[in-house]
């Protein structure tokens, strides 16, 4: 049901696909005149629609299918072909058919490696998502899959450390981009206030990733010599070589960015031998996304200002030196979690070591899918959930560290991996949330990008100084990396700390749009997320907490017990 407001202030309710006919009232607007709509709105003829809740929801439960689908297959095997190098220092290790011992690697071959990804992610993740916020998003997404899964594929064929660093260093420039690109491509959707919970819900399929790759390394270890390649090398290959069939299937799967209805899609000459994608909404549901979400039918052209604005924005600083802290020790936990597990459980063959490494990634996916939700509904309390699951990975690192019993320290690491959970999808919604009211479309694809790629530096700490980059710290016996993890914890401190500030800063000096942007917002009429999103709760209550239980226990009932 929708309810129109016109000028004169008359209210009509009627159905969605009333809208395709010309209402009699003589400041109305059909849908077939949409493409005009903005210049009427500009007169006041046209104030606004009001939808239901359960028209909205419907909406966005179909763009759910639409876009999540395949940004979790994307992310799940970019992923996959980024960490597996991990996992691969492990792979029959008793044979020395390891990458390490195949490759004749010292420890600081391998921590420079590990590195030099993350430096050439930072140099280029900026440049890729404003290449991509001036082209077609779904075909950069499909070029980031399709570069990332070849790059992977050549890992099948290294024979010395040197071919490792440069394929890495490769990988970390192609792949640039593809997750902040992913966080901008959701704002061309969503409204800030349902980021989180999207984020949240494909950011799930780096940890079954994880999971997955230390199950199936079991699988690749077993076929270790087939073929006269070591079981990493199969490894290699397989994710690769599956990646670059998903790069083609996402030229069809992913829809283009949202137009208004009455609008035309215009195709370049260079994209016309692509397949077509499907609109992603089409009739009433189109014309719902358009009210609920006008702002992104229209973006503003940015220039090199508006991106000079954006840089010396101080909300992009803390929102960074979170990032930094979080993605560090997720990484540094993602790529020697392994090694942490041989260390302190030394009986354990390599098989048993992959097998301990995949529930530490089934925990941080439980806990995405029971914070994120809550940190979207209660979108003014962000601060507190990110501090409160990082507080969580300190509590998971110091009982790795301090605990005797072997059994005790794995504990810890699942703790680790639960605090680790909703902190980078949390982190990345804000930063969307901050700078799409901010400065619009540049201000998510920049922030998004140069939160990511500078946080980022925290990967470059964790894997090259850190753990086996740290060779007093990595030698074996009951302090091995002792160091390491408590220097993740200090920086875990420090996320907290610039999450706090952040929460202080934006109640004093608040979050108001630059001046250009309210400029421009002022000849708008206010689309009905914004005004949902001004009236959202921001108190965390008990009693927005248990109404949210019970819807949750409510939905699934019905589906458990269907009405006859």
Not at 244 to 256: M, R, T
Request: overall charge positive; aromatic content about 10%; glycine content about 8%.
């Amino acid at each position: 049901m929708a309810r129109w407001q016109t000028a004169t202030g008359s209210v009509a309710d009627m159905e969605p696909s009333a809208l395709r006919v010309k209402a009699a009232d003589a400041g109305s607007v059909a849908v077939g005149d949409f493409s005009q709509a903005g210049s009427r709105q500009d007169q006041g003829e046209l104030q606004q629609y009001d939808y239901d809740v359960e028209t909205v929801e419907r909406v966005y439960r179909k763009l759910d299918w639409r876009i999540i689908p395949p940004f979790w297959c994307l992310y799940f095997l970019c992923s996959a072909i980024r960490s597996n190098i991990g996992i691969a220092q492990t792979m029959n290790v008793s044979d020395r058919h390891d990458l390490m011992s195949v490759l004749h690697m010292t420890p600081k071959d391998t921590s420079t490696a590990l590195a030099l990804f993350y430096v050439s992610y930072v140099i280029f993740d900026l440049p890729s998502n404003l290449v991509m916020s001036r082209l077609n998003p779904r075909v950069w997404m499909a070029r980031i899959v399709f570069a990332t899964s070849l790059v992977g594929t050549c890992f099948a064929a290294v024979q010395s450390a040197w071919s490792l660093k440069l394929l890495r260093f490769l990988l970390g420039m192609v792949i640039a981009g593809m997750w902040p690109g992913m966080a901008y491509y959701l704002t061309l959707f969503y409204p800030p206030s349902r980021t989180g919970k999207r984020i949240g819900m494909y950011f799930t399929a780096s940890q079954v990733s994880a999971a997955v790759v230390g199950l199936v390394s079991a699988g690749f270890q077993l076929m270790d010599g087939l073929g006269g390649l070591a079981g990493f090398r199969w490894m290699f290959l397989v994710y690769g070589l599956v990646g670059i069939v998903l790069s083609f299937a996402l030229l069809w799967w992913l829809p283009d960015r949202p137009l208004a209805p009455g609008q035309v899609r215009h195709r370049s000459k260079w994209l016309s031998w692509l397949p077509h994608s499907p609109e992603a909404l089409t009739g009433d549901d189109a014309i719902v996304h358009y009210q609920d979400l006008r702002r992104v039918y229209h973006p503003r052209p940015w220039t090199i200002r508006d991106l000079v604005e954006v840089l010396l924005d101080w909300r992009l600083w803390p929102l960074t030196l979170m990032y930094f802290g979080v993605v560090g020790v997720g990484i540094g936990t993602q790529l020697y979690g392994s090694v942490i597990i041989a260390a302190i459980q030394p009986t354990a063959s390599a098989i048993t070591v992959s097998l301990l490494f995949a529930p530490i990634w089934i925990i941080d996916l439980i806990a995405i899918i029971i914070v994120t939700p809550l940190s979207d509904r209660f979108h003014r309390l962000r601060a507190f959930f990110f501090s409160a699951a990082a507080c969580i990975q300190i509590a998971g690192l110091l009982v790795t560290t301090f605990a005797i019993d072997g059994w005790a320290r794995y504990s810890g690491l699942l703790m680790v991996g639960f605090g680790l959970g909703p902190t980078v999808p949390i982190c990345m919604a804000w930063t969307s949330e901050t700078f799409q009211r901010r400065h619009g479309e540049v201000g998510v694809a920049a922030a998004t990008a140069l939160v990511s790629g500078l946080g980022n530096l925290g990967s470059i700490t964790t894997t090259y100084a850190l753990y086996a980059g740290w060779p007093k710290d990595a030698m074996k016996g009951p302090h091995q990396f002792r160091k390491s993890n408590l220097v993740m914890v200090g920086i875990l401190g420090l996320s907290i700390a610039s999450a706090l500030v952040m929460a202080v800063l934006l109640r004093m000096f608040g979050n108001p749009p630059s001046t250009k942007l309210d400029n421009d917002v002022l000849n708008e009429p206010e689309d009905g997320a914004a005004r949902r999103e001004a009236h959202q709760p921001s108190n965390l209550t008990l009693r927005g907490i248990m109404s949210d239980l019970f819807t949750v226990s409510l939905i699934s009932k019905r589906a458990t017990h269907p009405s006859p």
